[in-house]
């Protein structure tokens, strides 16, 4: 799954069953969607994600990383980063 307002640099690589999706959806006064605002990621170029894989929010995912497969990821990845299973855990103190 791709949200809509995702952006997805050159030589991107994207596996199966990832969802590239947002956080939250931005409401007006009355309750009812705002259409169009950035709240999927950004990709830049070079990154690699692997199966199953769920990026969330308007977070930037840095050039040359690679995110491993069944990842959740709601925080900015530095360029050139490696983020599995394991790194990802310990960066939220788990």
């Not at 994207?14 to 169009?36: E, M, N």
């Not at 497969?69 to 900015?76: A, F, I, K, Y």
């Amino acid at each position: 799954m791709i949200g809509e307002t995702a952006v997805i640099g050159d030589n991107v690589r994207i596996y199966q069953a990832v969802t590239l999706g947002a956080r939250d959806f931005p409401t007006d006064d009355d309750g009812k969607l705002i259409k169009g605002d950035a709240r999927h990621p950004i990709l830049e170029d070079d990154v690699v994600i692997y199966a199953g894989a769920t990026v969330l929010g308007r977070i930037t995912i840095g050039r040359g990383s690679t995110i491993g497969g069944n990842v959740w990821l709601t925080q900015d990845v530095p360029p050139k980063s490696i983020v599995t299973q394991a790194t990802a855990r310990n960066k939220s103190g788990r």
